[in-house]
T-cell receptor, first 111, second 114 residues
Framework: EDQVTQSPEALRLQEGESSSLNCSYT??????LFWYRQDPGKGPEFLFTLYSAGEEKEKERLKATLTKKESFLHITAPKPEDSATYLC????????????FGTGTLLAVQP | NAGVTQTPKFQVLKTGQSMTLQCAQD?????MSWYRQDPGMGLRLIHY???????DQGEVPNGYNVSRSTTEDFPLRLLSAAPSQTSVYFC?????????????FGPGTRLTVL
């Protein structure tokens, strides 16, 4: 069964305190690993797509990496505005495209 | 571009009532989908469409119907609302067979069934 698991469920950081969020996946026919940011009361906002092990993508203080079994979202020197829920999703394939989402990591960055 | 729009933003129904959640996109995306988001469950796919006239079931389709008569619109119908359908519903769109740019999500509809 296709499955995506995120850890930790919640993470509280001090401003400037770097850390990483984990996304482990078990899917057949991975067609991309996706990271989204979701602010309270809003829809998810796309951040990154990773397609192959070893691939890295960066955006401001965020860097996403991918291995054959998991992905990490590294947050360097976070600011309070980085507080949000971060979702990862695995694209599964065949003739159609579907996303299997994890339950997310709620990140709180305190000033 | 307005992106993905959803109406209404909030809705309260009584058990047994029916309603339609509206979703529209102006990006000429072929792929559209509906998710529900519940605490501790993550986003779960309800139905999706790879183009006008083509729809298919996702992970949790029971109690919901969809149709896709145009590229722009993808309404979700609740046939007979139940309290278990209380949730936040998101519509999303993207290019078919390529999620490289990610899916674009609407702002969501918060539905309560009493």
């Amino acid at each position: 069964e296709d499955q995506v698991t995120q850890s930790p469920e919640a993470l509280r950081l001090q401003e400037g305190e770097s850390s990483s969020l984990n996304c482990s996946y078990t899917v057949s026919g991975l067609r991309g690993l996706f990271w989204y940011r979701q602010d309270p009361g809003k829809g998810p906002e796309f951040l990154f797509t990773l397609y192959s092990a070893g691939e890295e993508k960066e955006k401001e203080r965020l860097k996403a990496t991918l291995t054959k079994k998991e992905s990490f979202l590294h947050i360097t020197a976070p600011k309070p505005e980085d507080s949000a829920t971060y979702l990862c999703a695995a694209g599964v394939g065949g003739a159609t495209n579907k996303l299997i989402f994890g339950t997310g990591t709620l990140l709180a960055v305190q000033p | 571009n307005a992106g993905v729009t959803q109406t209404p933003k909030f809705q309260v129904l009584k058990t047994g009532q029916s309603m339609t959640l509206q979703c529209a996109q102006d990006m000429n995306h072929e792929y559209m989908s509906w998710y529900r988001q519940d605490p501790g469950m993550g986003l779960r796919l309800i139905h999706y469409s790879v183009g006008a006239g083509i729809t298919d079931q996702g992970e949790v389709p029971n109690g919901y119907n969809v149709s896709r008569s145009t590229t722009e619109d993808f309404p979700l119908r609740l046939l007979s609302a139940a309290p278990s359908q209380t949730s936040v519903y998101f519509c999303a769109s993207s290019q078919v067979f390529s999620f490289s740019g990610g899916q674009y999500f609407g702002p969501g509809t918060r539905l309560t069934v009493l």
